[in-house]
């Protein structure tokens, strides 16, 4: 089993910067990518950020030159820096991580303020 453990939401003003983490444990064999996808209310969930085990990314449009995802292989770790926020940015970010299946985090909010 894989745990996915994500900290770093909250509240921040437009314009403003947070810093997600995640955290994976648990029987990894193998690491295709860790990422992160956003479901903000009343709409599907998207794919935000894609990091591969050797550190090939992949954007979604909307968050383009202004999120940076990198991620740690030593400690299983990926993280998604996002900068210039703006109040379309607020959603529940959930981790995600492709091994041998699809592992998703609990869910951290990320509320910007206009």
């Known amino acids: 089993q894989v745990r996915l453990v994500e900290s770093g939401g909250g509240l921040v003003q437009a314009g403003g910067s947070l810093r997600l983490s995640c955290a994976a444990s648990?029987?990894?064999?193998?690491?295709?990518?860790m990422g992160w996808d956003r479901q903000a209310p009343g709409k599907q969930r998207e794919l935000v950020a894609t990091?591969?085990?050797?550190?090939?990314?992949n954007y979604a449009e909307s968050v383009k030159d202004r999120f940076t995802i990198s991620i740690d292989g030593a400690k299983n770790t990926v993280y998604l820096q996002m900068n210039s926020l703006k109040p379309e940015d607020t959603a529940v970010y959930y981790c995600?991580?492709?091994?041998?299946?699809?592992?998703w985090g609990q869910g951290s909010q990320v509320t910007v303020s206009s």
């Open positions: 648990g029987s990894i064999f193998s690491i295709g990518y």
């Open positions: 995600t991580l492709q091994s041998y299946r699809t592992f």
């Open positions: 990091i591969t085990s050797g550190g090939v990314t």
